[in-house]
C-alpha cells in the first residue's frame, strides 16, 4: 500500500494592489501621527507663550504705638475685615490722662495771668488807692494850713523857727503823699507793661505746646486702622507689656495685595505700565482681572519658588500686576497663579 504524500501549500504572496494600498495606508498614519505631534507642541508652544507662572505677595502694614505700656484692649482678630478709622488696639493710659489734665490746668493759670495783667488792676483795687488819695489831700490841706498859721506867728514872735521848719516839713510831705497816690491811681487804670505782656504771652505758648505733648501721646495710646483691610495677624494678647514700636496688628490692605511672574527677555519688551492681564489660580470661581504696575529692568534666574527642572537656568524679568480692591481678596499671599497676558 502506497502513501500519496500532498505538498503543503505555498505561501500566499501580496498583490500588487494589496502592497499598494497597505504603503499607502501606512504612510497616511505616519503623516497624521506627524500632524498631531506638531499642533499639539505648537498648542503647548502657544500656551507656554501667553501664560505663565507667579505667586501672589502681600506687603503688610505692621501697625504699633510709639508708647510703651500694657495692652489693655485688643478690638480685632485674625481674619477680620476691618473699615478705615477703626479702633485696633489701645494700651493702658492713666499716666498719659494725668499728663493731659495737669498741661490743661497750667495753659489755664497762665492764660488768666495774661489776661490780667492786660486789664490793669481790679475796680475795687482802684477805688482803695482813690479813698488814701482822697485822705492824703485832706492831711496835706490840714498841713498846709497849719504852716500858714505857724508862719503869722513866727512874725509876731509866737512860735520859733524850729516849729515852722516842723509845719513848712509836714507840708511838704503831705503834698508829695498827695502827688504819689495820684500817680498810682493813674497807673492802675493802665495795663501791665509791653514787656510783662510778651513774656506772658510767651508763657501761655509755652503751655500750649505741653498740651499739645501730652495730647499727642494719649493719642498714641489708641491706634486706629490708617484704610479698610484684612487683620492677617495679632502679635500680643491683653496683658502682656508691649515696648514702644513693637508691631501689634498686622493689617493686609486690598490694595496691597499685587501678583508677581516672570517673563523671558523676548517678552518683556512688549509690557508696558497699565496693562492688562488675566489671573488663574486654584480655587478660584472665575479669571481675575489685574494691570501691571511693575517691570523689572534688571535680569535674574528664575526664583526657585517657581522654577521647573527645564526653566530653572533661565534668566527672567520680574513683572507686578494688581487686581481691583475687589477681587483682590480673592487672592492669598503665597497662592500659586498663573498669568496669562492676553
Not at 499598494?20 to 506638531?38: D, G
Not at 485674625?78 to 490743661?104: C, D, M, P, Y
Not at 516672570?262 to 489685574?290: K, N
Request: hydrophobic fraction near 40%; charged fraction near 20%; glycine fraction near 6%.
Amino acid at each position: 500500500m502506497s502513501t500519496r504524500c500532498t505538498p503543503s501549500p505555498k505561501p500566499r504572496t501580496l498583490r500588487g494592489a494589496d502592497r499598494a494600498h497597505r504603503h499607502a495606508f501606512f504612510t497616511v498614519s505616519y503623516v497624521a501621527i506627524i500632524v498631531i505631534a506638531a499642533c499639539g507642541q505648537r498648542g503647548t508652544d502657544t500656551l507656554e507663550a501667553t501664560t505663565y507662572q507667579g505667586y501672589v505677595e502681600g506687603e503688610f502694614v505692621y501697625l504699633s504705638s510709639s508708647q510703651s505700656g500694657t495692652l489693655a484692649e485688643l478690638s480685632v482678630q485674625r481674619g477680620q475685615t476691618v473699615a478705615a478709622h477703626a479702633l485696633l488696639f489701645s494700651l493702658e493710659s492713666l499716666n498719659e490722662i494725668a499728663a493731659l489734665q495737669q498741661a490743661q490746668h497750667q495753659l489755664a493759670a497762665a492764660r488768666a495771668q495774661l489776661a490780667d495783667l492786660q486789664a490793669g488792676k481790679r475796680p475795687r483795687e482802684v477805688d482803695v488807692t482813690k479813698a488814701q488819695l482822697a485822705q492824703a489831700i485832706a492831711q496835706a490841706k490840714r498841713a498846709a494850713q497849719q504852716l500858714a498859721r505857724d508862719e503869722v506867728q513866727f512874725s509876731a514872735g509866737g512860735v520859733s523857727q524850729q516849729q515852722l521848719d516842723n509845719s513848712r516839713a509836714s507840708a511838704e510831705t503831705a503834698a508829695a503823699q498827695v502827688r504819689e497816690l495820684q500817680s498810682e491811681v493813674a497807673v492802675a487804670r493802665l495795663p501791665g507793661r509791653d514787656a510783662q505782656i510778651r513774656a506772658q504771652g510767651a508763657q501761655v505758648e509755652a503751655a500750649q505746646a505741653v498740651l499739645a505733648q501730652a495730647q499727642w501721646r494719649l493719642d498714641q495710646k489708641r491706634v486706629t486702622a490708617p484704610s479698610a483691610g484684612l487683620v492677617y495677624d495679632t502679635l500680643f494678647r491683653v496683658g502682656e507689656w508691649v515696648s514702644a514700636g513693637n508691631p501689634i496688628v498686622q493689617l493686609l490692605p486690598p490694595q496691597n495685595v499685587k501678583v508677581r511672574f516672570f517673563v523671558p527677555e523676548t517678552i518683556v519688551g512688549s509690557l508696558s505700565l497699565g496693562r492688562h492681564v488675566v489671573i488663574r489660580c486654584d480655587g478660584c470661581s472665575a479669571d481675575i482681572a489685574a494691570t501691571l504696575t511693575y517691570v523689572s529692568s534688571k535680569a535674574e534666574y528664575t526664583p526657585p519658588v517657581i522654577y521647573s527642572n527645564e526653566s530653572r537656568a533661565k534668566l527672567v524679568f520680574m513683572i507686578e500686576a494688581a487686581a481691583s480692591t475687589t477681587d483682590s481678596p480673592k487672592l492669598h499671599p503665597g497662592q500659586p497663579v498663573a498669568v496669562r497676558l492676553p
